[in-house]
Nanobody, 117 residues
Framework: QVRLVESGGGLVQAGGSLRLSCVSSSPSFRFDAMGWFRQAPGKERELVAAINWNSELIHYSDSVKARFTVSRDGEKKTLSLQMDNLKPEDTGVYYC??????????WGQGTRVTVSS
């Protein structure tokens, strides 16, 4: 079973930065399109950043565009999310997974981000 371990979350003031990391145990990570998902309090999980296998195709949700940067390292099986100019509405638990993951997929424990105003 694939294991996903997210880290790097914390408490930060609005305007601050955090860098999230995700390590995957998947043998196909190098070729999988991956995404960062966010679940805000009381809301459903949403995709905020997506990246294809060779980093040539990247997509951001409108809410994080120009503030977040997704990257990956195929050899280290690591997915990263640089988050700058954080806003209180960025608060939530952040997860990484393959782009097509759904509620029946295996998810990691996530990493909690709290942005204070």
């Amino acid at each position: 079973q694939v294991r996903l371990v997210e880290s790097g979350g914390g408490l930060v003031q609005a305007g601050g930065s955090l860098r999230l990391s995700c390590v995957s145990s998947s043998p196909s990570f190098r070729f999988d399109a991956m995404g960062w998902f966010r679940q805000a309090p009381g809301k459903e999980r949403e995709l905020v950043a997506a990246i294809n296998w060779n980093s040539e195709l990247i997509h951001y949700s409108d809410s994080v565009k120009a503030r977040f940067t997704v990257s990956r390292d195929g050899e280290k099986k690591t997915l990263s999310l640089q988050m700058d100019n954080l806003k209180p509405e960025d608060t939530g638990v952040y997860y990484c997974n393959v782009l097509w993951a759904d509620s029946d997929s295996t998810w990691g424990q996530g990493t909690r981000v709290t942005v204070s105003s």
